[in-house]
């Protein structure tokens, strides 16, 4: 070893010649990526990624196996390097048939975790799983009842032949929603101490709550302006009761009002709301203003009295608290989405003699909710499909009397992917009708903005062509860079989820702008795909998962449904764990852990630029505790290394060469006919998902707390590092300790932690009074040993230590038996089986690490690789690594 | 009048062309109709193209026979005993008189393959007697020292054969300078470049000549211990060499205090690999022969620091061993006579491809592939056009016909963005598809890529994948581009040669023969008419006569016409098979 001098990225630095230029990177705070070296194993130099460029050297280099000499220039992120390390990772990926995360979770607008939420439902940890969904969406109980349910639509159950229904996602966040809101201590986010910034939210519906929500959590003061004398917006005064309940609305939008938001009613901007005062008195604005005005059928007689608006129809009824008497009249309502559903389906409950739902293409393209038709067909509404109004009739006093209607044909796919229909040239007829309610959109009133930009100073609120607010696609800033918009209000008339999504966009980036920040949108995070490689196929996704029919929603029954009650009913407690079970957890275990995904997302990694032949193999779920993953391996040999270098059990290998690589198990053995140690090292060594935990209940992946601990399953005393959700023990890993300096661990420490969530352990003292178990008091209990080990003389009695108690408390119970108790006889239970033959002739304590420098090992008896697995490795380590040679003096019995 | 002596040619390709059932007639003769001939064998001579090749010593004047069977072989004896004369139009070498094959011989220097078609190489007494063991034997008789013999082969000039092209001495040098008890030496007989057969040839033929070689590697750099790793696709070199190898220790070449040197221990074995190209690279042969895996690793450390069972370690290829002792015999001047400045002595190739004469040949650095090509090899069969000559295998490129004035050297080659390599040389005419040819060698590489580094792993199957496109019609603007990108990493970003030349081929084709990929890219079309998803074949009207025997042999139908009448071929049906091109017999079809 001598010192050298070297420079890197033009810094000179002084160092050590036996280092690699990684290590000493890594020593000086250089980050240089790599995907195949691991600090415990010999350097390997296969995935590439931790190339360098040193001058004078032929092509890259890679700086795990590279040692620095004299004089080197080196540089660890220039254009060269990083685009090396870019090509890597998209050759990488192009065979990397994995998704990092669900469907369910990609198409939700708001991005809402449903993987994670369902792995806490199935732990009862039903205030985690609304914690972990109001990360996103505040609203989950109103979203439990009427989301438009982007996720189930892209649930790969959708694709399982005999089944073809997705998991009941929405019915689960419902349950657990319902759950936290009736409990007496139901969920509240941490709110940061207070900035003194003031925001403005412009409309108190989904978007505006939401932003109030995320803002308020933020330490801002949020002030709520909402024209109408409710808060709620389009889910008070557009969607039913029986749908959604005006009590149930309340409550939630109580959740956002208890963190400190305030709510002024009946205030409208550009009527008794000045953008002057807002201006004054905020430091941002925030429009959330929804898509109010409904638009008309655009057919000649629309202005005839009893034609109205759908939404205009709901709102009426709301505003006024007086419900429409349609006894013995017959409704015709307009159009094919949920708002004409929800028309149709209030007629009936208005007491309509016939509800008729007109709609120009057929029942397979209409956007409502396919529950929602189910339901309303069952209520008694009847449908004319293919069917287009084309005049509108009144009597002499302007009077609606009847719609005239044209038949469609389907042509050809337009834009959308629906086939576009086309009329049916004579096929004209009539319907009487008393009421039209025309449902086929919305559009936006933006009046207000004439009062914004007479008192903006410093940019100008503009409407699109199609009259939707203006802002920047990314930040959702407006013109005017204190005023942001979220909602219906920018993207015209959505759903409930994209509001609250945009939300989530808009208050931060208001947030980055009152905190003086850049606004910058959140960085685009690399997520690999199988939808990149193949249409999904059920094979793919369903792993270890069996046919599973899903629990179906109890409902009000249909006859009893001439008022305004909530016809769903919600899942019980029984039925939301059961469903729970249908969860294909189609998203990576290793969604927050994979180095993979890290670096593709630091250097901008494309899947798709080097799409080619891709492997697609079984996952391997034969041992009990290892998962095996080829189709995430990425072949860095780090897994079949340890387990040689290591742990000695050389039980995985590399088959076959090149692009048809894989690793698996020796010699075409199941892991568990190997002689693999369940030590789960390869675990810990995988740089992705490939090998990973097999657990038996749904690992989520969810964000966990964390403790380290010393593990109590043998004498060796490994630190451990016990990875927790709530207190659910979900992982637990080797820490760097003062024995285990690398990190490892054996089998019982890495697996052995079902026991912290068995529900039924031991946890206090129990006595047995006729025949039966009692709890008692530790207080109770100390006095009743206490009398017991007094009852005998002190010889007579014995103490016992337990084989998992650690030094501390050994010495403890010794101290116990000698001092209080007065008696030498001592024992542990770990020697109870032992023969004579060990005798204590050795210096005490040599510390672990001298094995590494050992020039020769005896080991006497051959338990060490099952009962000290740890310092097993150690003693495998120095064979591989210096050829150390270990002599085993045992019973022929035990080799 | 001496005994007539037959030799008949029994290396692997003298066996594949019929030399074995050659060899077993005239034993038959021998035994059965009491024949008074002596009969014995040797190996390959490098005239590939005239095998089964029998050499007839008819009183001390020696004959070699091309293209002998059976029948011809009974003639032959037939008439040499009646008198004692040659048929002279089966000659391809003698003394005697000219041949046609003459020119083949002539331009060839024989070093390396001094012995092989020559002696028997199962007897190493045939060996001894033309100067084998000479070159250990002066080593012991004249005390000279490792530092006298790396010199030696230093000042001779002898670069790596194996492909790599580093100083032989040097390297020997370098193992020697690490001290240590146990060193060993190698040789590398993993030949593997399809197309390539120079190390079978020397094994098969000259087994002590590569034995001798590695003994005075293993005294310069004071080795005990050395290893011949041949591929087990090499059944009778392996025979051979564990006959020369039990010879060796017999005679005391292998042994204890060999030719009485003290302390010079040595001992050889054959380690059979199990036919993975990449174990030629000298780490992954290591591994093999550690038993692990045959995977590269990355130098330095250099197996000449530490190499097999982490202990300083030589390796040369067979070909290069095969030098060894006749530098050392006769002289490194005599061997640094031959060749350029900085590319000494000999280069042995297998010339292989659409040329007239294919086979092993040695010839002087030096030499211009327009020689090799033309002279020793006869031109391009069928009087086609030369259109390129690939260099080096899958590792190598090609070299236009406009460049034939290119000299055979290390550094002249390297120029044109071809490689030495370990000899390959194939033939390409102009019906070779440029495209298609490298296609082929990367499919090679690609599949015998081992899987450890990211780019070759998937590079070369990305690069495959968008040739295979190109040259089934597939391919698309930005193809070139992207396998140049794709190239320049993999060069760049492997561990061992095997990535760091798989792209060349690809590499050399784009530069040379850019045109062609935009033909096939562009215009959907394989100038060459070679890739026959690119063909269109159609019947030439004026030329048809209607005979009906295209429509009968089309295995698709695709041909419609009736007798006297004008075929007509329905191209959405054509799977281009050519049935109908090569049954015509008016020259009534025509590919486009």
Known sequence: MSQINITIDGKLYKADNEQTILEFCNEIGIKIPTLCHDPRLEPYSSCYLCVVEIEGARGLQTSCSTKMAEGMKIQTNNEKVRASRKMALDLLQSNHFASCQAPCKSSCPAGVDVQGYISLIEKGLYHEAVKLIKEVNPLPAICGRVCVRPCEAACNRNFMENEGTPVGIDYMKRFVADFDLNSKNHYKPEIQSSTGKKVAVIGAGPGGLSAAYFLQQKGHQVDIFEANNHAGGWLRYGIPEYRLPNNLLDKEIETITELGTNLFLNQKLGENLSYEKLKKEYNATILTIGAQKGTLLGVEGEEAEGVYSGIDFLRNMEQTGQKYDFSGKTIVVV??????????????????????????????????????????????????????????????????????????????????????????????????????????????????????????????????????????????QTDIPSIFAAGDGVT???????????????????????????????????????????????????????????????????????????????????????????????????????????????????????????????????????????????????????????????????????????????????????????????????????ITENVKFKSGPVKMDSFETICNYCSIGCKLTIHHRSGFVMKVAGANGLVNKEGNHCKFGKFGYSFYNDKTRITKPLLKENGEFKEISFEKAFAIIAEKIKAVKPEENAFYAGARLTNEEIYLIQKLARAGAKTNNISSFHYAQRENGYIKNSFDNVPFEEISKAGKVFLFGAELNNDNGVVSFMVQNARAKKNTSIDLITRLEDR | MEKLKLIVGMGSCGIAAGAGKVFDKIKYLQNNEQLDIDLDQTSCVGMCYREPLVEIIDNNISYLYGGIDEEKVEELIEHHQKFHLPIKELVVKTEEFKTIDNEFTDSQVKIALRNCGYINPERIEEYIANNGYKAITKIAENSLSQEQIIQNIIDSGLRGRGGGGFLTGLKWR?????????????????????????????????????????????????????????????????????????????????????????????????????????????????????????????????????????????????????????????????????????????????????????????????????????????????????????????????????????????????????????????????????????????????????????????????????????????????????????????????????????????????????????????DKKCPAKSCTKLLTYEVISENCTGCTICAVNCPTNAIDGGKKTIHFIRQDACIKCGACLTKCNFDAIKIS
């Open chain 1, 335 to 476: 159009g094919g989405g949920n708002t004409a559903m929800d028309c149709c389906r209030t007629s009936i409950r208005c007491k309509a003699e016939k509800t008729y739902v007109i709609y120009r293409r057929t029942e397979k393209e209409m956007p409502a909710n396919p529950i929602e038709i189910h339901e309303s067909k069952l209520e008694g509404v009847e449908y004319l499909f293919l069917t287009n109004p084309t005049k509108v009739n009144k009597d002499e006093n302007g009077k609606l009397k009847s719609i005239t209607c044209v038949k469609m044909t389907l042509g050809e796919p337009d834009s959308s992917g629906r086939r576009r229909p086309i009329p049916e040239e004579g096929s004209e007829f009539e319907v009487n009708a008393d009421y039209i309610l025309a449902a086929i959109g919305q559009k936006v009133n933006a009046d207000f903005i004439t009062d914004i930009n007479k008192f903006a100073e410093n940019g100008e609120l503009k409407l699109s062509k199609w009259g939707t607010i203006q802002a920047n696609e990314k930040t959702l």
């Open chain 2, 174 to 522: 370098f193992a020697n300078n690490n001290k240590n008890a146990e060193k060993y030496i190698i040789c590398n007989a993993d030949e593997g470049d399809p197309g390539a057969f120079m190390d079978r040839s020397v094994l098969e033929g000259d087994p002590h000549s590569v034995i001798e070689g590695m003994i005075i590697g293993a005294y310069a750099i004071g080795a005990n211990d050395g290893v011949i790793y041949c591929r087990a696709e090499y059944p009778l070199a392996i025979k051979r060499l564990n006959i020369a190898l039990a010879q060796a220790r017999e005679k005391g070449f292998l042994g204890k205090n060999i030719c009485g040197i003290k302390n010079f221990n040595l001992d050889i074995h054959v380690k059979e690999g199990a036919g993975a190209f990449v174990c030629g690279e000298e780490t992954a042969l290591i591994a093999s022969v550690e038993g692990e895996r045959g995977m590269p690793r990355k130098r330095p450390p250099f197996p000449a620091a530490s190499g097999l069972w982490k202990k300083p370690t030589n390796i040369n290829n067979v070909e290069t061993f095969a030098n060894i002792p006749w530098i050392i015999f006769n002289g490194a001047k005599e061997y640094a006579k031959y060749g350029t400045e900085k590319s000494k002595g000999t280069k042995v190739f297998a010339l292989t491809g659409k040329i007239n004469r294919g086979g092993l040949v040695e010839v002087p650095m030096g030499i211009t592939i327009k020689d090799i090509i033309y002279k020793l090899g006869g031109g391009i069969q069928n009087g086609k056009k030369f259109k390129a000559v690939q260099l080096g295998g899958p590792s190598g490129g090609c070299i236009p016909a406009y460049l034939d004035d290119t000299i055979v050297d290390y550094d002249s080659v390297n120029a044109t963005g071809a490689i030495m390599g370990s000899g390959g040389m194939v033939v390409m005419d102009e019906s070779t598809c440029m495209v298609d040819m490298a296609r082929f060698f990367l499919d090679f590489t690609q599949k015998e890529s081992c899987g450890k580094c990211t780019f070759c792993r998937i590079g070369t199957k990305r690069m495959l994948e968008i040739l295979t496109r190109i040259t089934e019609g597939e391919g698309k603007e930005g193809d070139i581009e992207k396998l140049e990108e794709l190239s320049y990493q993999i060069k760049d970003s492997s561990l061992c040669g095997l990535g760091q030349t798989a792209p060349n081929p690809v590499l050399t084709t784009i530069k040379y023969f850019r045109n062609e990929y935009e033909a096939h890219i562009r």
């Open chain 1, 492 to 690: 015209g008339a959505a759903t409930i989820i994209e509001a609250i999504a945009q939300a989530g966009i808009a208050a931060r980036s208001c947030d980055q702008f009152i905190m003086g920040q850049r606004i910058e949108p959140k960085p685009k995070e690399f997520l690999s795909k199988k939808s990149n490689f193949v249409k999904a196929s059920p094979k793919a996704f369903m792993g270890k998962f069996e046919y599973q029919l899903r629990k179906e929603m109890p409902v009000l029954d249909e006859k009893n449904r001439i008022n305004f009650g909530e016809v769903e009913l919600g899942y019980t407690e029984e039925m939301a764990l059961q469903e729970t079970a249908r969860c294909f957890e189609c998203g990576c275990s290793e969604y927050f852990s994979c180095d993979l995904k890290d670096y593709s997302t630091e250097y901008g990694a494309e899947q798709e630029k080097f799409k080619g032949e891709f492997k697609a193999r079984p996952v391997d779920f034969s041992h009990p505790f290892i998962e095996i993953d080829n189709n995430k391996c990425i072949l860095c040999s780090r897994c079949v290394r340890i387990c040689k270098d290591v742990v000695g059990a050389g039980a995985l290998g590399l088959i076959n060469r090149g692009f048809d690589t894989y690793v698996a198990p020796s010699m075409g053995l199941s892991l568990t006919e190997t002689a693999c140690e369940s030590c789960g090292l390869c675990i810990s060594t995988c740089p992705t998902g490939a």
